[in-house]
């Protein structure tokens, strides 16, 4: 029995897995300071956005203006994932750590990281509910359909956001570790594929009306709540690709 297959066998320990967490934030750039830097400027390039746009109008532009901007700091979340298991993944083998244990510790990490980013965007709601959106209507964090079931379904819903962008770069890393760049390529075009049969099903079915109706109907908490279900189900896909890695 090889030293890979006998890791494999061993119990995953609470204490091993708490050390992939130590190690991920060995780095703190990759989970924190770079998320923090990324949503700051997004946030400060916005209010300078608002402001510019009001000065010009003298304050006729005053209407509820929804800046993108926030999407930035959980598209990132991508990059974090790929760090994650190209940056890390030698070091805990190394380490004698289980696949099973680098994975769980590493989604432990990004947990962590994705909770304190969640926490930012909803005090920053606050703060846009607070003054009116700067006192220009100028929304950054604070999104209505987001935040209709209140403050903790927003923490929510961008805390799975930001969970599943994690683990599509997580994977899609494991994926080109497991079957080189050939490999990424083709899944990356058969998901795409796949998008567009869906889009092209529903555009010949005339039946857009109804998906959106039915985004209405589900409301932002239930659909964060089937988000919480596909970033479950790309995750287990992740591990069982992690697992067959060469040694």
């Given at each position: 029995?090889?030293?890979?297959?006998e890791r494999a066998q061993r119990p995953t320990s609470?204490?091993?897995?708490?050390?992939?967490?130590?190690?991920?934030?060995?780095?703190?750039?990759?989970?924190?300071?770079?998320?923090?830097?990324?949503?700051?400027?997004?946030?400060?390039?916005?209010?300078?956005?608002?402001?510019?746009?009001?000065?010009?109008?003298?304050?006729?532009?005053?209407?509820?203006?929804?800046?993108?901007?926030?999407?930035a700091p959980l598209w990132y979340f991508l990059v974090?994932?790929?760090?994650?298991?190209?940056?890390?993944?030698?070091?805990?083998?190394?380490?004698?750590?289980?696949?099973?244990?680098?994975?769980?510790?590493?989604?432990?990490?990004?947990?962590?990281?994705?909770?304190?980013?969640?926490?930012?965007?909803?005090?920053?709601?606050?703060?846009?509910?607070?003054?009116?959106?700067?006192?220009?209507?100028?929304?950054?964090?604070?999104?209505?359909?987001?935040?209709?079931?209140?403050?903790?379904?927003?923490?929510?819903?961008?805390?799975?956001?930001?969970?599943?962008?994690?683990?599509?770069?997580?994977?899609?890393?494991?994926?080109?570790?497991?079957?080189?760049?050939?490999?990424?390529?083709?899944?990356?075009?058969?998901?795409?594929?796949?998008?567009?049969?869906?889009?092209?099903?529903?555009?010949?079915?005339?039946?857009?009306?109804?998906?959106?109706?039915?985004i209405l109907d589900t409301g932002a908490l239930g659909?964060?709540?089937?988000?919480?279900?596909?970033?479950?189900?790309?995750?287990?896909?992740?591990?069982?690709?992690?697992?067959?890695?060469?040694?």
């Open positions: 029995m090889t030293a890979v297959q609470p204490a091993r897995t708490l050390n992939v967490v130590r190690l991920q934030f060995i780095n703190r750039q990759t989970f924190v300071w770079v998320p923090l830097i990324v949503l700051g400027g997004a946030w400060t390039i916005m209010l300078l956005i608002f402001w510019i746009v009001d000065t010009a109008s003298g304050g006729a532009a005053r209407g509820v203006v929804v800046n993108g901007a926030a999407q974090v994932g790929t760090q994650a298991m190209t940056l890390t993944f030698p070091f805990s083998q190394a380490m004698s750590l289980t696949r099973r244990e680098f994975f769980v510790g590493s989604l432990a990490a990004a947990a962590v990281s994705a909770a304190g980013i969640a926490v930012l965007f909803v005090l920053i709601g606050l703060l846009e509910l607070a003054t009116d959106g700067y006192g220009v209507r100028g929304h950054f964090a604070y999104l209505e359909w987001v935040w209709e079931a209140g403050p903790l379904a927003a923490w929510l819903a961008y805390f799975t956001m930001t969970m599943l962008f994690f683990v599509v770069g997580f994977w899609f890393s494991t994926l080109y570790k497991r079957f080189s760049s050939v490999g990424l390529t083709l899944a990356i075009l058969a998901v795409t594929l796949l998008l567009v049969g869906f889009a092209a099903l529903v555009t010949f079915q005339q039946a857009w009306p109804q998906v959106w109706q039915w659909l964060t709540l089937w988000g919480i279900l596909l970033t479950a189900v790309l995750a287990a896909g992740s591990y069982l690709t992690l697992r067959r890695l060469p040694a």
